[in-house]
């Protein structure tokens, strides 16, 4: 109360989760096009947002479309779903699920979920408690971090290596955990850096959660979009060793991140984090949980049983073609270097190299300012955790590729402070 009036919000605003210096993905982009010179009549070319199906050559299976039309005209999927998600799209997403993995799935395992980041909510919400840490990948996927903020749970950072395609730093592991660390995320196949972990990889992170006592989070929205040396490994396959908290979508594989499908999975059959007590926990927490619409969810058993494996392989190809035309393409620039070559999902890191510039402070100023002059949208490496850094999305069409790729060479020549001889 101040001057007998109450204040309106938090009571005690010491206290509330600092969420300001959070950067989004979706509001640094939105930044990011309003500094485009629409008077510059170049067309703009985003490789900014993992969204494939802005472009033509990127769009889902007919099986998909046909599966939702059709519940939508059944008008037997207009009311409510139960909170958990439809019995019949449960049971269809475990047995997806079971296909590669050493035991079945149970449609008791997993939750149905508004999208991917609706299942990092509820991953993070469930294992909150005071005093908590958890550890979360640096580069990540910057969500990870403002969940984190709004439930009171500190966020640890454990680096990936570049210089060893990316991998987890183990050891840097051990080092942040303690007794109040309650889960390890990993993403795979990895948004931003564009790799696959291989087998070997993924037991050593399984055993080492293991040996800390805590469950790992496996963020696998990219799931199966490899396309390179290392298949894609589910790490439920070390759910013997480690409970796994697995998290999904149809939106990447499927090519509709706007039908806000996803899941949350408990890969878990040793029952060593699983208890009554989580499931009631989880069964609550999801009756005040928005889930997808009930006629999307209707149409999952049909997608996943019938899509013909020929749509998921163009994918593939197409992600395959793009990542070649992107790394040759960051070859002829010089100020930023690849080091290593995407495998999987539909972004890459590049190395920003600041000495070769004469008028650019930084990767958010590199970023704006190619906005501004080339009307070419992509990622300051800041936004998901590495300065001087930049994040390419290379999933749209060649010829935009291509176009955005020499507009950044052409930057590049513009502002470098080296002389080139004619």
């Keep these: 109360m101040e001057n007998g009036t109450k204040k ?30 629409e008077g510059n009549n170049k067309r703009l070319i985003s490789l900014g947002m993992g969204d494939p199906s802005v472009y033509t050559c990127f769009h889902t299976s007919h099986v998909a479309t046909e599966s939702v039309v059709d519940a939508v005209e059944s008008n037997k999927y207009n009311g409510y779903a139960p909170t958990s998600g439809l019995p019949q ?47 979360i990948p640096n580069p990540g996927f910057p969500i990870y971090q403002l969940s984190a903020s709004f439930r009171g749970l500190e966020v640890r950072y454990y680096d990936l290596l570049p210089e060893k395609g990316w991998e987890v730093d183990l050891d840097a592991i051990k080092a942040l955990a303690d007794q109040n660390t309650v889960a390890l995320v990993i993403i795979n196949p990895n948004n931003p850096c564009g790799n696959v972990y291989s087998y070997q990889h993924l037991k050593k992170i399984a055993e080492t959660a293991r040996k800390l006592s805590i469950p790992v989070i496996a963020d696998e929205v990219y799931g199966h979009l490899a396309f390179g040396g290392n298949p894609f490994v589910p790490m439920g396959v070390f759910g013997l060793i480690v409970p796994v908290l697995t998290l999904g979508s149809l939106s990447k594989r499927w090519i509709v991140p706007g039908w ?49 494996r020929t749509f998921f392989k163009k994918t593939i190809n197409l992600l395959k073609q793009a990542s070649d035309i992107c790394l040759e393409k960051i070859q002829e620039i010089p100020c930023i270097t690849c080091p290593h070559k995407p495998e999987g999902s539909m972004a890459v890191m590049v190395k920003l190299n600041l000495s070769l510039l004469k008028d650019i402070n930084d990767d958010i100023d590199f970023c704006f300012k190619l906005a501004k002059e080339e009307s070419v949208i992509i990622l300051p490496g ?8 930049l994040r390419i999305t290379f999933a749209a069409d060649p010829s935009f590729l291509e176009e955005g790729l020499e507009r950044i060479k052409s930057f590049y020549h513009r502002h470098t402070n080296i002389q080139y001889s004619n």
Aim: net charge negative; with cysteine; aromatic share 8%.
């Design 8 to 37: 309106w919000g938090s009571e005690d605003a010491e206290n509330e989760p600092d969420t300001t210096t959070t950067i989004t993905i979706k509001g640094l982009i939105s930044l990011l096009m309003a500094n485009i010179d």
């Design 89 to 135: 799209a449960r049971k269809a997403i475990a047995e997806y699920l079971s296909q590669d993995l050493p035991y079945k799935l149970s449609p008791d395992d997993v939750f149905i979920t508004s999208g991917c980041t609706q299942a990092i909510d509820v991953a993070l919400s469930i294992l909150t408690r005071p005093g908590a840490n958890i550890l």
């Design 260 to 308: 806000r499908l996803g899941w949350f999975v408990i890969t878990d059959p040793s029952c060593l984090f699983i208890t009554p007590k989580i499931v009631e926990r989880l069964k609550k927490y999801f009756d005040i949980l928005g889930g997808p619409a009930t006629f999307i969810q209707a149409a999952v058993p049909r997608i996943m049983e019938q899509t013909d």
């Design 382 to 389: 800041v936004a998901v955790g590495l300065k001087n850094w």
